[in-house]
């Protein structure tokens, strides 16, 4: 539910107090600052602290699945330690995706990953990122006293979003010491090509399915069910935008999900990077293996993504024990991004993959 001000019988000043609460658990660092209101077709925001508009925010509204909202939180982080002690307070709003960023501990697990000191916040009503006019994130906004000094949608946010920081805070300090603006040895990944394999729309996605590939569940709204069979051969080269899947799969609102060791899904990488955001369904201690081949083959070792470890078998291979985004290839040549994704031992530990991802340095 999207918090509303003029919720029924409850006063201004209560509303505000309710909506603190309920925010309460998804925002780390601070306090609720602000939550994003609906109104008259509308989105817009509203502060729950009145100083909120006093001082200056660098906000960052960022997808954690991902490739630039991983390059975003890492420019966020060097600028928190350059630019907090200056006054420049920082809010990472992280668009809640799917649903599993929905859960408090995991969204503490996903904070405490990032070892960062800024103020974290989920937006769990999925209500702030379009008060913000967001379409397609990352998105970067420094404002103060309602006005806002930058405003980076897409584009060359990486270094102008520092030098518009830094011509900022010499506004009311010219001659400010300042430090060269940053630049990372880690390369930047951009996103190419996002693939959702769930019936529910998201923003910047690039592939779904076309609809009737799934049937409908009788009594079970939602739902959907496909057995697939293909005629490809492993290691055949697919065109860019190519996908199959073979075996049994379920198919709801986010993901996939399997239980069948005889389904794949094999793709077109139409850049050298490839992530996949996946999820366990096992209620044992059992995690679901994914095997990764390019080519019909194993990965080269120069070609593994983060995430990627060689099994006893010499199989490339991920294991997926928590929701979220896992890194599987990394810098494929042209001739090596046919990518299947096999699923060993998901009759003991089914799995669920909400998309793909494709990225280019």
Do not use: C
């Amino acid at each position: 539910m999207i918090w509303k001000p003029k919720e029924k019988d409850l006063t201004l000043e209560e509303a505000v107090e309710m909506a603190r609460k309920e925010l309460a658990p998804f925002w780390f660092g601070k306090s609720p600052q602000i939550a994003g209101v609906y109104a008259n077709g509308n989105y817009s925001v509203f502060p729950l602290n009145p100083d909120f508009s006093k001082d200056p925010w660098l906000i960052l509204i960022i997808d954690p699945t991902q490739y630039s909202g991983e390059g975003a939180i890492l420019y966020a982080k060097e600028w928190h330690k350059r630019y907090s002690e200056l006054g420049l307070n920082f809010l990472l709003l992280v668009t809640a995706t799917y649903k599993y960023l929905m859960k408090v501990e995991l969204a503490q697990k996903f904070v405490e990953d990032l070892q960062a000191d800024l103020t974290v916040a989920i937006d769990v009503e999925q209500a702030l990122a379009p008060a913000f006019g967001v379409k397609i994130p990352p998105k970067i906004i420094l404002i103060h006293q309602n006005k806002k000094y930058l405003e980076f949608n897409e584009g060359d946010w990486v270094e102008q979003t520092e030098i518009l920081i830094q011509k900022f805070l010499r506004i009311k300090e010219p001659g400010l010491p300042l430090s060269a603006i940053y630049q990372t040895k880690q390369k930047m990944v951009f996103d190419v090509l996002r693939v959702e394999f769930g019936t529910k729309p998201k923003l910047g996605t690039s592939f779904q399915f076309p609809e009737g590939i799934f049937r409908e569940v009788p009594d079970s709204p939602g739902i959907q069910k496909g057995n697939f069979e293909t005629s490809r051969v492993p290691g055949d080269i697919l065109h860019e935008e190519e996908l199959f899947v073979t075996g049994k799969w379920t198919r709801d609102a986010e993901k996939l999900s399997t239980s069948d060791p005889n389904a794949t899904i094999t793709f077109y990488a139409t850049g050298g990077m490839v992530a996949m955001v996946a999820e366990s369904l096992s209620t044992s201690s059992d995690h679901p293996i994914v095997i990764v081949e390019a080519g019909g083959l194993p990965l080269f070792e120069s070609m593994a993504g983060q995430d990627i470890t060689m099994d006893e078998t010499g199989k490339s291979v991920v294991w997926v024990r928590k929701p979220g985004l896992y890194h599987l290839v990394n810098n494929a040549t042209i001739k090596h991004r046919t990518i299947t994704l096999r699923f060993g031992n998901v009759d003991v530990a089914p799995i669920g993959i909400f998309g793909l991802r494709i990225g280019q340095w």
